[in-house]
């Protein structure tokens, strides 16, 4: 460990940046919990903290563990003690982070009780993994990956009455496209297992959640994090990434079918209003409609560029009363159960 920088930042020399890496346009680094590291094993990468001086706006990466060293477990709760929860990972090392994640994964008893540190250590392997996803040339292996981990997450879920209740305190409170979708996915899994669904339908809204915006990573980073509002050509840009993500998946056995559809219409209005096909209630695959509560919801309740985040109940406000161009947006029986969902997480 790095004593002298660790020290720095006991005294408040240095000022350590809780928030993520954002959208990583500049920066090749990763997020990662430290929940999802394991005390008293070696780690192979380096583990760095954001940081700025305390005199000037200058922010960097400084390494806080080296590669090859041995995770202390005081060390750990020094980091919780300096309400420290997030390091970061170099991108050229995901593989080696992947792979360490995957082993605690094997270590842990599969049929122990769910607890909000193991989601956490799935949540962070699910979102370094989809991120490699989507920056990978082919997609199959990648799929049957995310599958799995999904899987066993759901696995806890179904293993004790009422697990679902643990996803909230799980979620990232951050907007990136790959938190986004970890979220979306975790969500509809919750709900599914809520609403009473079976293992295979509440995979298939996992899936669909977590590579729904897939197509998002053809539209330039610029424009998916501009501050102003946008043109009615920009947003007709934005219009195209379900056609996108549909067009990136279809040629994928891995992919099911009911999935694929769900990614393609998961901007779909209960009034036919939404976009890209302008699809009735009654025209859309039944779960569709979680789906599309589901992204507006998270979308509402983290913080964007162009504005601060909602609270659930403002949300779910919003939601309620948005019209298109014919009526509601958001089928008024699917709010209802999400609000109840809620309620009790």
Known sequence: MNFTLRQQISDKKLKVLRCPAGHLKDSPFLPLHVDGLMPNERITFDLFVKVRQKEGNSITFLPY???GETLQADGLEALEGLGIERLY???QSLDHVLAYLNNILCLQDNEGEPTPEKLTLLREHLHLSLYRAFSAPSLGRHIHLAEKTLNRFLGYLQRKPNAWQLVGQILYHDYTLYSHSVNVSLLGL??????RKTGRESLIMGL???FHDLGMTRIKVELMYKTDSLTEAEKEVFRKHPCYS??????NAAFPVE???LVLEHHE???GSGYPQGLLLSQQHPFTR????LDSYDALTCPRPYRSAFKPFAALKIMQEERGAAGLVFDPAVLKKLIHFLAIT
């Open 65 to 67: 563990w080296k590669k």
């Open 190 to 195: 919750a709900v599914m297992v809520f609403l």
């Open 259 to 261: 999935a694929l559809r």
């Open 89 to 91: 990972v170099d991108i």
């Open 246 to 251: 549909y067009q990136m998946l279809k040629s």
């Open 269 to 271: 209005n209960a009034d």
């Open 290 to 293: 979680v789906l599309r509560a």
């Open 208 to 210: 669909a959640g977590l």
